[in-house]
């Protein structure tokens, strides 16, 4: 077993949440007892909590080779009282639960993935979160595909043992998964987690002995957090079930909505996405419509400038890059200069040309009169930000 376990039975007896013990040692509000039930924070659990004679113990940490709990308030005890702890035996739970279910993540990881290998743990106060090594795109897991797996584990009841075996022999085994951080230190002996037929770890966290005690896993996300590293967030217990009340509550509200069955809403859904692809589609092109003949009427509008004509004016409704491949076209067909201004958020222009004016020198002249920015070339430029009306733009140009 790791060093620090050499007065903590908190994995050994996980299920023991009061007991009596003696006062070892008192470092300010530090306290180490000569044997101990609280698990100390390692391996991606947190610390129990609870008290130590009434007094608050908000922090256990394994450190010199001994268990300190940290109390809330300086203590009243010395070397050698007898103190009567309790552990939040509800939180024990949720962690019993929850790091026994990574277990169960993990056993279904071995039977997806072709490689896999152990990358961190870390149990949160609403859900937990186990990573995969692998090369395995999280978009290709199923995260449903993997709460049927482990939702019948735990429906099987299947046990789950712990035991010390010989350091040397574990790590010879290939089946063998060091649920563990690289720089803790070992014995001779190592404890080993063993769900019945579906997974086998070294661990030295808290456990519940029969799978059926985790009550449901509910998966939250499948995620890639890094290179060559795959993440699958998970709740248990009240939670999961609080998730899937919040799931089924929130599917119900939307059938109420659409005015369909909880059953059919997908088909609804998708019925819904296509209509309003169609439809937008209709809109883009009544608009396009409209920027037609809003151009012909421009065209017919023009005014000649330096020898040259151009159409000028205003449109409605559409951005500089709706109107762009317009500008492009009409340039030298409608006229030797076009320029195009409307709305985008605030006032824009855009700016076509045959070459004898440039376009961007178009641009700068507005942009110069009316502020913003803007750029491009000698035949094709735009700009946006103008601190005026398109209507004054259009006036200005026409002048």
């Keep these: 077993m790791s060093t620090d376990a050499k007065n903590n039975l908190s994995a050994v007896e996980p299920y023991v949440t009061e007991f009596e013990a003696t006062v070892e040692s008192i470092d300010g509000r530090a306290i180490a007892l000569e044997q101990t039930y609280f698990y100390p924070e390692g391996g991606g659990q947190p610390a129990d909590r609870g008290t130590l004679n009434g007094a608050e113990v908000t922090d256990v940490q394994k450190q010199e080779g001994e268990t300190r709990h940290v109390l809330g308030t300086e203590p009243e005890l010395g070397v050698g009282d007898t103190v009567t702890a309790r552990i939040d035996d509800e939180f024990r739970t949720y962690c019993m639960r929850a790091h026994t279910a990574s277990h169960l993540v993990y056993g279904a990881g071995r039977q997806l993935f072709d490689d896999h290998g152990y990358g961190g743990f870390d149990i949160g106060p609403?859900?937990?979160?186990?990573?995969?090594?692998?090369?395995?795109?999280?978009?290709?897991?199923?995260?449903?595909?993997?709460?049927?797996?482990?939702?019948?584990?735990?429906?099987?009841?299947?046990?789950?043992?712990?035991?010390?075996?010989?350091?040397?022999?574990?790590?010879?085994?290939?089946?063998?998964?060091?649920?563990?951080?690289?720089?803790?230190?070992?014995?001779?002996?190592?404890?080993?987690?063993?769900?019945?037929?579906?997974?086998?770890?070294?661990?030295?966290?808290?456990?519940?002995?029969?799978?059926?005690?985790?009550?449901?896993?509910?998966?939250?996300?499948?995620?890639?957090?890094?290179?060559?590293?795959?993440r699958i967030e998970y709740t248990v217990g009240p939670a999961a079930v609080q998730r899937q009340i919040d799931t089924r509550r929130n599917a119900e509200r939307a059938s109420d909505v659409l005015d369909t069955s909880v059953?059919?809403?997908?088909?609804?859904?998708?019925?819904?996405?296509?209509?309003?692809?169609?439809?937008?589609?209709?809109?883009?092109?009544?608009?396009?419509?409209?920027?037609?003949?809003?151009?012909?009427?421009?065209?017919?509008?023009?005014?000649?400038?330096?020898?040259?004509?151009?159409?000028?004016?205003?449109?409605?409704?559409?951005?500089?890059?709706?109107?762009?491949?317009?500008?492009?076209?009409?340039?030298?067909?409608?006229?030797?200069?076009?320029?195009?201004?409307?709305?985008?958020?605030?006032?824009?222009?855009?700016?076509?040309?045959?070459?004898?004016?440039?376009?961007?020198?178009?641009?700068?002249?507005?942009?110069?009169?009316?502020?913003?920015?803007?750029?491009?070339?000698?035949?094709?430029?735009?700009?946006?930000?103008?601190?005026?009306?398109?209507q004054a733009v259009v006036e200005y140009l026409r002048e």
């Design 126 to 230: 609403e859900k937990t979160r186990l990573d995969f090594e692998t090369d395995r795109d999280p978009n290709d897991v199923d995260p449903l595909t993997v709460e049927r797996m482990v939702n019948e584990v735990v429906w099987d009841g299947r046990a789950v043992d712990w035991r010390d075996v010989d350091v040397d022999r574990a790590r010879e085994r290939d089946d063998v998964v060091f649920n563990l951080s690289d720089d803790t230190e070992w014995s001779d002996t190592v404890r080993i987690v063993e769900i019945d037929d579906w997974d086998i770890a070294a661990c030295g966290g808290t456990h519940v002995r029969n799978t059926s005690e985790i009550g449901p896993i509910t998966v939250l996300d499948v995620s890639n957090p890094g290179a060559d590293l795959l």
């Design 263 to 390: 059953d059919d809403l997908p088909e609804r859904a998708t019925s819904l996405v296509q209509e309003n692809s169609s439809l937008e589609e209709q809109v883009d092109r009544l608009h396009e419509r409209l920027l037609e003949g809003r151009l012909e009427s421009l065209v017919e509008d023009s005014v000649s400038k330096n020898g040259e004509d151009w159409v000028v004016g205003e449109v409605e409704s559409v951005g500089p890059n709706d109107v762009a491949d317009h500008v492009r076209r009409l340039a030298g067909d409608a006229g030797d200069v076009v320029a195009l201004t409307g709305v985008d958020g605030s006032s824009f222009i855009v700016v076509g040309t045959t070459g004898s004016t440039d376009a961007s020198d178009v641009v700068d002249d507005v942009t110069s009169k009316f502020g913003g920015g803007g750029g491009g070339g000698s035949t094709f430029a735009q700009g946006g930000g103008l601190d005026d009306t398109p």
